[in-house]
């Protein structure tokens, strides 16, 4: 088994997709077992520490009304309220200070999936010299597969971690990882 210190390179860099309350069980929007990437993720955090890495955490940070909310035609329950606590980093989550955080999701006439997806994220990762990136967090089958997927059409060498990420659905997860797979993301095994 490789461990995340052995993997983590200069150029590399670790992103962190809506490891929110709300995604976790318990939360308005709750991914089976979601709670379950932190401490996963919480290596990951130490060794990327260790070895200079930068860390970027994305986050599902909606207006009220949002148009994803299903109260407005869209497909989700309400989840992720700017300010509100289920849209909190899970509290045990081991940020650094430093860490970049992308909000996506704000705006009232479009979703973002991706945290890549009119951000700026990949011109921010440019300029910190970051060429690689190593994907984990909620939920695989729609912001990890779209955060990942974003990283490859700009660019980067993108590197999922498998057990930081957990699915919605079962199939959700086999589509993602092939449509991953097509799009040339490397899917680790069994690391940290
Ligand atoms: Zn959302």
């Not at 990327?48 to 599902?60: C, H, T």
């Not at 869209?74 to 909190?88: E, K």
């Not at 945290?115 to 990762?125: H, N, Q, S, V």
């Not at 997927?149 to 997860?173: M, N, Q």
Request: charged residues 25%.
């Amino acid at each position: 088994m490789t461990d995340p210190k052995d993997a983590l390179q200069p150029g590399d860099a670790l992103l962190l997709v809506d490891v929110q309350i709300d995604f976790c069980p318990g939360g308005n929007l709750p991914v089976a077992e979601g709670d379950q990437v932190v401490p996963v993720l919480n290596r990951w955090l130490a060794a990327a520490r260790e070895k200079g890495i930068p860390v970027y955490a994305s986050r599902d940070w909606h207006p009220s009304g949002h148009m994803s909310f299903a109260a407005r035609g869209g497909q989700w329950p309400d989840h992720c309220l700017q300010d509100s606590a289920g849209a909190a980093f899970h509290p045990e989550l081991a940020l650094p200070d430093d860490t970049v955080v992308i909000s996506k999701g704000v705006r009232f006439d479009k979703d973002q999936y991706s945290a890549f997806d009119e951000t700026g994220l990949a011109e921010r990762l440019r300029q910190d010299g970051v060429t690689r990136v190593w994907v984990g967090g909620l939920a695989l089958d729609v912001c990890v597969e779209a955060t990942a997927l974003g990283g490859r059409e700009a660019g980067f060498d993108v590197r999922l971690i498998p057990e930081a990420s957990k699915a919605i659905t079962a199939d959700g997860a086999a589509r993602a990882i092939a449509a991953m797979r097509e799009a040339g993301v490397t899917i680790e095994e069994a690391l940290g």
